[in-house]
C-alpha cells in the first residue's frame, strides 16, 4: 500500500504549483507571449431613426402637427411626448418608442403629412445630428419638389433614392408592405424600396409579385384619345365661379374624416322609421335626477340601450355587403358638436351601467371631446348611435348613418300635444317624434318597429331606469 501511495505521489505535483504564485505568474506570462490573444472591437453603427406619423383611428390617413412639444436637440427618453397631433377627431400627444436626441424636425407646426411618413428624426449621439439634418433636407426637398417633374412620364416607375453615406441602413417598409410580402410569399430583404429613405411601399411589394397596379389601367383608359365619331360627352362645370368677396376656408383635419364617412355613407341603402312616444313620466323621472347629475342625454342613452338588448339585430352591422355581424357590447354614440366640426363619444356597455354611473362616465366623455383629448377606442367603437337636437327647439330631423353601424336614432324636442284615448276624451301630453335610421341589408322595417315600441314602452315607463 505503501508502495502505491508512492507511486502517486507525482499527481500531486499541481499542488506544489499553485503554492507557488511566482511560477505561475512567470508560465502565465511566457504562454501569453507564445499565444498573443486577439481582440474583437465592436463595430458600433451609428443609429438615426425615424419618428412616424402614426395612424390614431381606423380612418385616419394623414394628420396634422399641432404642435411640437420639444425642440430640436433635446434629449428624450423611451415613452416622453414629443408631439400633438391632430387626428381626424381628437388631438393626441404622441411618444417616442426610443431614447435619444431630437436631431432634426421635418413636419413644422401646421403642416400635415400621411400616416406613417417621417416627422421627425431621432440620433443616439451627438456626432449624428449633423448626418440627421442632412437627411431632413433630404426628406424636405423630397416633400417640396415641383409636380411637373413626375408628370413628365407618368409610366416610368419612381426611381429609389440615392444611397447616403455611412453604415447600411435597416430594412424599412410600411405595414401594408409587410402584410402583402407575406400574402404572397416574397423575401422583403429582396425588395427594393421607392418611398423616402428607401422605405418600402405596398406598390413596391406588388411590383415584385409581378402584380400590375390598380391605377395604371384607369391612368390608361383616362390618357387614351376619344375617337372623332364618338359623341362629345355632357360637360359639367368642375368648379363654380367665385363670388367677390368670398373666402375660401381649407377643411379641418375632423371635417375631411366628416366628409369622408358622409360620402360612404351614400353606399348604404337605408330607409326611415318614425315614432311618437309620450315624455310625461320621463320629464319627471328628469326633474328627480337631474339634482343629481343626470341629464336628458343619459336617459335616453340607457333606454335605448335596454331596448337594443331586447332587439340585438338592431345593434348588429353589416361591413362587407355579405355578413353581419351581432355585436356582444351595446355601445351608444353620441353625437356632439364641438368648435370645427363633430364627434361622437361612446357610452360602453350602456345597458349595463346604472343610471348615475353613466351620466357620470356621459359628462367625462363631453369634456374630454370639448378639448380634443378622446383616444380612439372612446369614439370609434359605437354599435348604435344617438343623435339630439331637441335642446335646441327641433321637433324633427333624419339623421345620416354612420358608417359601420346598423342604426342611428334622431330625437326630437318634447312638445305639448293634444291626443284623445280609446274612450274619445281629449288630453294634453308631452311628446317627441323620434325617427330611426337603418341599414335595410339587415334591419327590415318589422324590426325596427319593434324596437321603436320597445323604445317607447320603456320611456313611458321609466322606473327601470334608475334599478
Known amino acids: 500500500m505503501a508502495s502505491l501511495l508512492q507511486s502517486k505521489s507525482p499527481a500531486l505535483s ?20 507564445a499565444f498573443p490573444r486577439q481582440y474583437k472591437l465592436p463595430v458600433v453603427q451609428s443609429k438615426i431613426r425615424e419618428i412616424f406619423m402614426p395612424a390614431l383611428s381606423s380612418t385616419m390617413t394623414e394628420g396634422k402637427i399641432v404642435s411640437w412639444t420639444k425642440s430640436e436637440g433635446d434629449v428624450l427618453s423611451k ?49 449624428e445630428i449633423a448626418e440627421a ?39 424599412v417598409a410600411t405595414p401594408y408592405a409587410k402584410k402583402l410580402t407575406k400574402q404572397h ?30 391605377s395604371i389601367p384607369s391612368a390608361t383608359a383616362v390618357a387614351a384619345p376619344i375617337p372623332a365619331a364618338a359623341a362629345p360627352a355632357k360637360a359639367y362645370p368642375t368648379s363654380f365661379p367665385d363670388i367677390p368677396g368670398s373666402t375660401v376656408v381649407p377643411f379641418t383635419t375632423m371635417q375631411i374624416a366628416v366628409s369622408k364617412n358622409m360620402m360612404e355613407s351614400l353606399s348604404v341603402p337605408t330607409f326611415r322609421v318614425g315614432y311618437p312616444v309620450s315624455t310625461n313620466a320621463l320629464d319627471a323621472l328628469y326633474e ?96 348604435f348611435t344617438l343623435s339630439n337636437l331637441g335642446m335646441f327647439g327641433v321637433d324633427r330631423f333624419d339623421a345620416i348613418l354612420p358608417p ?42 318589422a324590426d325596427l318597429a319593434a324596437f321603436l315600441q320597445t323604445f317607447s314602452n320603456i320611456v313611458e315607463n321609466p322606473e327601470s331606469l334608475t334599478m
Not at 503554492?19 to 512567470?26: A, I, Q, V, Y
Not at 426637398?141 to 409610366?155: F, H, Q, R
Not at 370645427?340 to 357620470?360: M, N
Open 14 to 33: 499541481f499542488s506544489s504549483t499553485i503554492s507557488s504564485p511566482s511560477s505561475l505568474r512567470s508560465s502565465a506570462a511566457a504562454t501569453a507571449a
Open 79 to 127: 415613452g416622453e411626448s414629443v408631439v400633438v397631433v391632430e387626428s381626424d377627431k381628437a388631438d393626441m400627444d404622441v411618444e417616442t418608442f426610443y431614447g435619444g436626441i431630437l436631431a432634426a424636425i421635418v413636419v413644422n407646426d401646421g403642416e400635415t403629412a400621411p400616416v406613417g411618413a417621417p416627422i421627425g428624426l431621432l440620433a443616439e449621439t451627438e456626432d
Open 133 to 171: 439634418k442632412i437627411r431632413a433636407k433630404g426628406q424636405s426637398k423630397l416633400e417640396t419638389s415641383p409636380a411637373a417633374t413626375t408628370t413628365t412620364d407618368a409610366a416610368a416607375p419612381p426611381s429609389p433614392p440615392p444611397p447616403l453615406d455611412g453604415p447600411p441602413i435597416k430594412i
Open 185 to 214: 410569399e416574397i423575401d422583403i430583404n429582396k425588395v427594393t424600396g421607392t418611398g423616402a429613405f428607401g422605405r418600402i411601399t405596398p406598390e413596391d411589394v406588388e411590383k415584385a409579385a409581378g402584380i400590375t397596379p390598380k
Open 288 to 383: 328627480k335626477v337631474k339634482p343629481k347629475g343626470v341629464t336628458m342625454t343619459a336617459l335616453l342613452a340607457k333606454a335605448a340601450a335596454v331596448a337594443l338588448a331586447q332587439h340585438p339585430v338592431v345593434n348588429a352591422t353589416c361591413k362587407d355587403g355579405k355578413s353581419f355581424t351581432y355585436n356582444s357590447s351595446i355601445n351608444i354614440a353620441v353625437a356632439v358638436a364641438i368648435n370645427g366640426g363633430l364627434i361622437t363619444p361612446v357610452l360602453q356597455d350602456a345597458d349595463k351601467l346604472d343610471l348615475y354611473l353613466l351620466s357620470q362616465k356621459w359628462k367625462e366623455l363631453v369634456d374630454k371631446a370639448r378639448a380634443k383629448q378622446l383616444q380612439p377606442h372612446e369614439y370609434n367603437s359605437g354599435t
Open 404 to 445: 359601420g353601424q346598423g342604426a342611428i336614432m334622431a330625437v326630437g324636442a318634447s312638445k305639448p300635444t293634444v291626443v284623445s284615448d280609446s274612450e274619445g276624451f281629449f288630453s294634453v301630453k308631452n311628446k317627441m317624434l323620434v325617427n330611426v335610421t337603418a341599414d335595410h341589408r339587415i334591419i327590415y322595417g
